[in-house]
């Protein structure tokens, strides 16, 4: 006599589990009347979906680490040291174009320190940064150390897209208004040659979109010569500031002219605030002095007082003993 099978729906965990493979199929699938069954169906799903999610986990982890491990064209130590290695280079003179189309060359700077920037006008990002910033440590600069003691240029290394047009947009995009800042453009081969002496490197990106590059000035002293390297988007004021006014002021015989005693009192005497963020001319160098110079002073009148005093007397008792 063969097995009898209930078609009645089960009524607890167990009772679905003794049912033949057919009938728990049927009654599985089927239109869910008993709260026990969907139950068990949902816990029997819920493997299924933590497999699921585990899978879109790593999945999404996966290609945010592909994304992050995107290797870089451009070896950042092999470029830093390059631009160390250009400091004490000699500048050749080079040609290149203003923002009207006017040829100019860089040796009409060099009445003073140049300060050196490489952009491209397509830049998103680093090249709106450092210009930004620069403004603001020029104006610094300039209130430290006097209008028109340096210069700066700006030079585009695009040269297919950076043209005088584009690089005067450039300019009054950040409403650049100073007459001692200059951009310039020039072609390929200029600019490869400018950049290679000044060690300045770039490369196009992975994804051909811009450039890779090291984000630095460069400052030139007046006899043509790499001075100083400024890294970084946001330099302190300080790395800014201080080659420029050692580059402007600095001189190897300080008592050969009035000028050059000149440029070494504001060498000596124009120093950083740090509370204040800004640079002033300290006297207090000067009070110092005044202040010695004072004591000195008093010192030499008591004594050449006290001499006279000593010797009157004793041409008095001279007298009186005669």
């Given amino acids: ?16 589990r003794f049912l033949s493979p057919d009938v728990t199929a049927a009654f599985f699938w089927g239109p869910i009347r008993g709260k026990t069954c969907t139950m068990f169906r949902t816990f029997l ?4 979906i933590g497999v699921a999610l585990l899978a879109s986990l790593v999945f999404s982890a996966t290609a945010v680490q592909a994304q992050a491990v995107t290797p870089f ?17 000699t500048v050749p003179d080079f ?10 060359r860089l040796s009409d700077f ?16 680093s090249c709106p940064t450092i210009t930004t910033h ?28 950076d043209k005088p047009e584009a690089m005067a947009a450039f300019r009054e995009r950040y409403a650049i208004d100073t007459p001692h800042w200059k951009f310039l453009s020039g072609d390929l081969i200029a600019v490869t040659e400018l950049a290679d002496v000044l060690g300045y490197t ?65 060498l000596f005497c124009i120093t950083y605030d740090p509370k204040a963020g800004v640079y002033r001319f300290d006297y207090t160098p000067f009070v110092q002095i005044g202040a010695g110079f004072s004591v000195i002073i008093f010192l030499a009148v008591f004594v050449v007082r006290n001499t006279l005093r000593l ?6 008792r001279a007298v009186k003993k005669t």
Avoid: W
């Avoid at 400024?230 to 008592?255: D, I, Q, R, S």
């Fill in 1 to 16: 006599m063969g097995r009898v099978v209930s078609t009645t729906r089960p009524k607890s965990l167990i009772e679905c």
């Fill in 202 to 266: 770039f490369v196009p990106a992975t994804d051909n979109e811009g450039f890779e590059h090291l984000s630095h000035v460069t400052v030139i002293d007046k006899k043509g010569t790499v001075y100083r390297q400024v890294y970084g988007e946001n330099f302190p004021l300080t790395h800014f500031v201080e080659p420029l006014k050692e580059a402007a002021f600095g001189t190897k015989a300080p008592f050969r002219s009035l000028d050059d005693l000149i440029k070494k009192v504001q």
């Fill in 45 to 48: 799903l819920l493997p299924v």
């Fill in 311 to 316: 010797r009157r007397r004793d041409r008095e």
């Fill in 73 to 89: 064209r451009l070896d950042l130590d092999k470029a830093l040291e390059r631009a160390q290695g250009a400091i004490g280079q």
């Fill in 134 to 161: 620069l403004i603001d440590a020029i104006a610094a600069a300039e209130e430290a150390l006097g209008p028109g003691t340096f210069k700066v240029v700006s030079i585009g290394y695009d040269a297919p897209v």
């Fill in 110 to 125: 060099r009445d003073g320190p140049v300060v050196v920037t490489f952009i491209y006008t397509s830049c998103a990002s």
């Fill in 95 to 104: 040609t290149f174009r203003d923002t009207r189309g006017r040829e100019v």
